[in-house]
T-cell receptor, first 115, second 107 residues
Framework: GAGVSQSPSNKVTEKGKDVELRCDPISGHTALYWYRQSLGQGLEFLIY????????KSGLPSDRFSAERTGGSVSTLTIQRTQQEDSAVYLCASSSLPVNTGELFFGEGSRLTVL | RKEVEQDPGPFNVPEGATVAFNCTYS??????FFWYRQDCRKEPKLLMS???SGNEDGRFTAQLNRASQYISLLIRDSKLSDSATYLCEGGSYIPTFGRGTSLIVHP
């Protein structure tokens, strides 16, 4: 597609379950970012990919969170043993330029609810 | 101190009003700045880049003050459709966002 695609758009899970969130960036965009946005809050940085490598994963809140990117394209964010405080909208963004030099294009987000 | 800070508002203004938002940043090494617009339950979308010399796009004007480390967004002749949250973005390395400023334009 023309834009950043994320799936699922909505996910309701029980506390303790694992979830996988997927991001398909704009074709040719080498930079990919994951952010988290809680209700009424700003965007919290999680991880940055340049190609398949993650030079900055400093925003991952705990070792329950991990992410990978394959083929310089699709990225998956995995949350293990989900907790209620993980409930948020997880936004993926891509860019054709390296860190903070160009416009970010966001997907519509994956809304995660942990019961 | 957060790297990028904004007044969350809300700013509640009548149609036709002029409204200005400021955003401060703490890292003097930050080079690129942007304003994004986020509608309720939607993703952020780029509104405009912020250039050192200031730039204008229709009713919107963005400015950068490096000495005082802030960027601003001015909206003239506000429309009902301008109601949204406006996010400033900066950062010296990773794009870093403020919490957003909520604007409500009423008839």
């Amino acid at each position: 597609g023309a834009g950043v695609s994320q799936s699922p758009s909505n996910k309701v899970t029980e506390k303790g379950k694992d979830v996988e969130l997927r991001c398909d960036p704009i074709s040719g965009h080498t930079a990919l970012y994951w952010y988290r946005q809680s209700l009424g809050q700003g965007l919290e940085f999680l991880i940055y990919f340049q190609g398949n490598s993650a030079p900055d994963k400093s925003g991952l809140p705990s070792d329950r969170f991990s992410a990978e990117r394959t083929g310089g394209s699709v990225s998956t964010l995995t949350i293990q043993r989900t907790q209620q405080e993980d409930s948020a909208v997880y936004l993926c963004a891509s860019s054709s330029l390296p860190v903070n030099t160009g416009e970010l294009f966001f997907g519509e987000g994956s809304r995660l609810t942990v019961l | 101190r957060k790297e990028v800070e904004q007044d969350p508002g809300p700013f509640n203004v009548p149609e036709g009003a002029t409204v200005a938002f400021n955003c401060t940043y703490s890292n003097s090494a930050s080079q690129s700045f942007f304003w994004y617009r986020q509608d309720c339950r939607k993703e952020p979308k780029l509104l405009m880049s912020v250039y050192s010399s200031g730039n204008e796009d229709g009713r919107f004007t963005a400015q950068l003050n490096r000495a005082s480390q802030y960027i601003s967004l001015l909206i003239r002749d506000s429309k009902l459709s301008d109601s949204a949250t406006y996010l400033c973005e900066g950062g010296s390395y990773i794009p870093t966002f403020g919490r957003g400023t909520s604007l409500i334009v009423h008839p």
